[in-house]
Nanobody, 119 residues
Framework: VQLQASGGGLVQPGGSLRLSCAATGSIFSINAMAWYRQAPGKQRELVAAITSGGSTNYADSVKGRFTISRDNAKNTVYLQMNSLKPEDTAVYYC??????????????WGQGTLVTVSS
């Protein structure tokens, strides 16, 4: 199983970006999917998560600005980021709880995509 993240880049404060992360490979089903981020000199933190049923939760710092969604048919998770701030600058990683065969779940990580918010 591989997770391929895309969509990062340089954006001005107040701007928007949309991240995507597609899971490919031998997948029986996917439970929760999530986005984490790691800023320079800081620990990796949870940004947003979504269950297979569509329930979501967000870090307080992004509530009202970021929206996580998923397309179960495409095994893809998205992160729409609006009203971006310089403190959102980080490498963003996607994460998925994948059932590879019945009864066996493994956690996979994407390679990370850099988001830089700067004027």
């Amino acid at each position: 199983v591989q997770l391929q993240a895309s969509g990062g880049g340089l954006v001005q404060p107040g701007g928007s970006l949309r991240l995507s992360c597609a899971a490919t490979g031998s997948i029986f089903s996917i439970n929760a999917m999530a986005w984490y981020r790691q800023a320079p000199g800081k620990q990796r933190e949870l940004v947003a998560a979504i269950t297979s049923g569509g329930s979501t939760n967000y870090a307080d710092s992004v509530k009202g600005r970021f929206t996580i969604s998923r397309d179960n048919a495409k095994n893809t998770v998205y992160l729409q980021m609006n009203s971006l701030k310089p403190e959102d600058t980080a490498v963003y990683y996607c994460n998925a709880d994948v059932q590879v065969i019945a009864g066996i779940n493994l956690i996979y990580w994407g390679q990370g995509t850099l988001v830089t918010v700067s004027s």
